[in-house]
């Protein structure tokens, strides 16, 4: 099994939907993230969360909702999607101290129509 | 100004050629590097960490230089599986966030 596991891998909806994208990992570290990607714009952190009870926005949290149900769960919500939400959308993991790396889910490419 | 920036390239390289990216970035309190691998529509791999000291894995080398502020990562004997784009990573201080390059397009070609 993939160390951090993301569904679904690909979706389409309608805008003014509501989606969620589930993430979840194996390695038991606390720090979890999601990331969207554009092309030409890199990765830009959506959300981010260093315990349970610790959430945080990132530098594009705007119609973007999250929830840490469990240490292995962290799950992305798209209250209302809309087109320009069309990305590729990664969670990642990390663990405790500045020399790890994260290790990435394989990815959620959403379209929104 | 970006926190971590790259040249987007791309860069298109003979197989066998040794290339070189650099990168540079803005917070002077980062503490921790990192380059990654991405091939197309894939998730960002570690390529390596890379350390004050420089650091060698196989083919390829990572240096940082932190008066300046830029980290390098040279790759010798350019392999086709080579091709994919590479990020440039940096920790910003201690919020425990990576902050990334736009990254660099490598096309290796026969």
């Known amino acids: 099994d993939a160390d951090v596991t993301q569904t679904p891998r690909n979706r389409i909806t309608k805008t003014g939907k509501r989606i969620m994208l589930e993430c979840s990992q194996t390695?038991?570290?606390?720090?979890m993230y999601w990331y969207r990607q554009d092309p030409g714009l890199g990765l830009r952190l959506i959300y981010y969360s260093f315990d349970v009870k610790d959430i945080n926005k990132g530098e594009i949290s705007d119609g973007y909702s999250v929830s840490r149900q469990a240490q292995a769960k962290f799950s992305l919500s798209l209250e209302s999607a809309i087109p320009n939400q069309t990305a590729l959308y990664f969670c990642?993991?990390?663990?405790?101290?500045?020399?790890?790396?994260?290790?990435f889910g394989s990815g959620t490419r959403l379209t929104v129509v | 100004r970006k926190e971590v920036e790259q040249d987007p390239g791309p860069f298109n390289v003979p197989e066998g050629a040794t290339v070189a990216f650099n990168c540079t970035y803005s917070n002077s309190a980062s503490q921790s590097f990192f380059w990654y691998r991405q091939d197309c529509r894939k998730e960002p791999k570690l390529l390596m960490s890379v350390y004050s000291s420089g650091n060698e894995d196989g083919r390829f080398t990572a240096q940082l230089n932190r008066a300046s502020q830029y980290i390098s990562l040279l790759i010798r004997d350019s392999k086709l599986s080579d091709s994919a784009t590479y990020l440039c990573?940096?920790?910003?201080?201690?919020?425990?966030?990576?902050?990334f390059g736009q990254g660099t397009t490598l096309q290796v070609k026969p």
């Open positions: 390695k038991g570290h606390d720090r």
């Open positions: 990642a993991t990390r663990g405790q101290g500045d020399h790890y790396g994260y290790t």
């Open positions: 990573v940096v920790g910003s201080g201690n919020t425990g966030k990576l902050i």
